[in-house]
């Protein structure tokens, strides 16, 4: 038998593809039932299911989808329509294959009964009293036992005849597929195949073309001509899976009868015992399946894992090329230096290359949402009509690994607690159906992700209620907030405004889960409302979290590395220049106040020139997240370098201000700023 276990990952990637791309074509035959288009997407794709899972021996998983392709078959056919009843039905198996499935890559025996959603399908199937109409096959005349009577044509004798001169014999072979066999176009094709192994296939009853399309019943005929014995040929086809009976008959040409040849004895049918089902091949459906993604595609899927090896390795190659370039400039190696230029250019190439690679489109997350929003929405009986724009903007795949829950909360969010339901919209004077929009695009070296709604706003006055109730802040801090401060109060935790608590919302661990995910990934949530106008949550995520340009800044003997994607410019000042406004201080810059932050006294540095309050000049990197901008005062600017983003580890991950480490040229370790802390 062949190993299916080499198979396994290839299967679970293909069939989460399958499983997302029936949600998404589901929803459309929802919204369109005769696009007849969609249907034909949907069978495809539970087709393509049903043929993995058979092949890799997932028996429930392909007799679910066998009896979903009965009702998308009859739906085809027109002989059903597309109720609300079928697509929740339809729903409902897809979302039953998606815990199957990860079952399957957990390892996990399912205790997931599939046996109900079939009957359920049974029932559909004959709730209209249409029934598909039956293949019909060739009517053939066998005297099983004894010689073969099928009618044979002038060429086909002539083969046969010529192939008895060559010492070969013509055989009948009948051929009785197992009772719910999944893949009969694929069993017909092996039986052929096998028998041309061993010999030469001159007719199948019905032809080739009527077998790929499936056209016939449990049982079709092949007319073989081979060297081999019998028993042979009848053990070659049980061989092969799903096969529950062969027999083989010597075929009689029209002057057999005379006696002239003696025509071969037929030996007695057998069927396949439990012993031979487990010697048979495997179906070839994934293989061909492979070899087709390979030649049409031009593409070969990769494992993440090795894609992460390999920008770890181009960030070392990095970094020893920062080194090469110090010795060059210490040393005055005029030969190593322009050597290292050269470098430069290859690995700046390799990184982009590899970068690109990593990159995919946010799309593969987004895809996922229409179906969670339509379910959703029919829960708490509300319509909305979600808009995704931007869906092949690109992200790093370590960052689209990560964004799929905080985007759920979001969603949820605004269904629940933003989208008021249909009669109050209309009392404002609004659409009844409500409006989300999912936008994705690029903004300089982020990505910008937008969850909008149409809904009710946030109120700031009852956000700093419910706060101070929930003794989150004291009613002074509350009276002292402006309303944009009130609304980013939602993402403290614990924090809900919810009167009754659900399985959609109400305990207060979503928005602070966003914030806190969002922020883990180097990027910022921000919130923008209006009362009865809406509410839109902004997302900034970095494009990569692997190599990045950045700062160099000194404060006393440290070195820190700020983000070049957060810096707007750096500035000289005179100590003279520094304001004081409501305690803190501020400079004045281009008409705007921009308030500073000392480095040395946030990060606790001893020794720091700037903590000496000289009349020198101090240097200040301006730096901004989102609309926020704030000026960080270091000792000295060392210079811009490409640096390669480290883990700290879980022992030093709640700190926040920094976001990671770097190792300098020198092999010295700098610590990354985290800017949106420094900001807050």
């Known amino acids: 038998m062949m190993d299916t276990n080499q198979y396994m990952g290839m299967f679970l990637e293909e069939s989460r593809e399958h499983l997302q791309t029936l949600n998404s074509c589901v929803l459309d035959l929802e919204n369109d039932p005769e696009n007849l288009s969609v249907l034909s997407e949907i069978f495809r794709s539970a087709h393509t299911i049903k043929g993995m899972s058979a092949t890799m021996g997932f028996t429930t998983i392909a007799e679910l989808t066998h009896e979903m392709e009965n009702i998308l078959d009859l739906l085809r056919k027109g002989q059903l329509k597309a109720s609300h009843d079928i697509i929740d039905t339809i729903f409902r198996c897809v979302d039953t294959l998606e815990q199957l499935v990860e079952s399957v890559a957990s390892n996990n025996e399912s205790s997931i009964d599939s046996k109900p959603l079939i009957t359920k399908l049974k029932a559909l199937a004959k709730g209209e009293s249409i029934l598909p109409t039956p293949a019909k096959t060739e009517a053939v005349s066998i005297a099983l036992g004894a010689a073969s009577t099928i009618e044979l044509s002038d060429t086909e004798i002539a083969i046969i005849k010529k192939a008895r001169d060559q010492g070969m014999q013509a055989y009948e072979v009948q051929v009785s597929l197992r009772e719910g066999c999944l893949l009969k176009s694929a069993r017909s094709y092996m039986v052929m195949n096998a028998l041309d192994e061993i010999g030469e296939v001159i007719k199948s009853i019905p032809v080739v073309e009527e077998l790929e399309k499936e056209n016939f019943s449990l049982s079709f005929q092949v007319i073989v001509v081979s060297g081999s014995e019998a028993e042979k040929i009848q053990h070659t086809v049980l061989s092969i899976s799903e096969i529950d009976q062969a027999i083989v008959i010597p075929c009689v040409l029209p002057n057999d009868a005379t006696g002239e040849i003696a025509a071969p004895k037929a030996i007695e049918p057998m069927k396949k015992d439990d012993e031979a089902e487990k010697a048979g091949n495997v179906p070839v459906h994934t293989q061909t399946t492979v070899e087709k ?342 000792d000295n600017l060392i210079g811009q370098q490409e640096i390669v983003i480290k883990s700290l580890g879980k022992l030093l991950a709640g700190i926040k201000i920094i976001a990671g480490a770097t190792i300098l040229g020198n092999g010295q370790v700098a610590l990354i700023l985290d800017i949106g802390s420094l900001i807050q």
């Open 293 to 634: 993604k390979n030649k049409s595609g031009q593409s070969v899927r990769v494992d993440i894992d090795k894609l992460d090896t390999l920008l770890n390795l181009v960030g070392e190659l990095v970094i020893n090329k920062t080194r090469l370039e110090q010795i060059g400039l210490t040393h005055k190696l005029t030969d190593l230096v322009e050597t290292i230029e050269q470098m430069d250019r290859v690995t700046t190439d390799l990184q982009a290359v590899v970068m690109k690679v990593r990159m995919v489109p946010v799309g593969q997350v987004f895809n996922r949402f229409p179906r969670m929003v339509r379910d959703l929405s029919r829960d708490l009986n509300k319509e909305i009509n979600l808009i995704i724009q931007g869906e092949e903007t690109e992200l790093d795949r370590t960052v689209i690994d990560e964004i799929g829950d905080p985007l759920v909360h979001l969603l949820r969010n605004s269904i629940d607690h933003g989208i008021e339901h249909p009669n109050e919209r209309e009392e404002k004077g609004k659409n009844p159906i409500g409006e989300i929009r999912l936008i994705a695009r690029h903004e300089g070296n982020n990505v910008i992700i937008m969850v909008e709604d149409d809904g009710k706003g946030i109120n700031a006055d009852i956000i700093k209620r419910k706060a101070v109730e929930k003794g989150l802040i004291l009613q002074g801090e509350a009276d002292a907030m402006d309303a944009n401060e009130a609304v980013r109060l939602v993402f403290l935790p614990g924090f809900s405004t919810a009167a009754v608590v659900t399985d959609v919302s109400g305990r207060g661990v979503g928005m602070d889960a966003v914030k806190n995910k969002i922020e883990s990934l180097g990027g910022m949530v921000d919130v923008e409302t209006k009362v009865n106008e809406g509410s839109k949550f902004k997302i900034r995520l970095p494009l990569t979290l692997a190599i990045i340009q950045a700062l160099l800044v000194k404060v006393s003997e440290e070195i820190y590395a700020i983000p070049l994607g957060s810096i707007d410019s750096t500035i000289n000042i005179v100590p003279s220049d520094i304001k004081t406004v409501q305690n803190k201080e501020v400079i004045l810059l281009r008409g705007q106040i921009i308030p500073i932050v000392r480095l040395a006294d946030v990060l606790n540095i001893p020794d720091s020139e700037t903590q000496q309050h000289t009349e020198d000049e101090l240097f200040v990197v301006i730096v901004h997240i989102g609309e926020q901008r704030a000026g960080i005062i270091v």
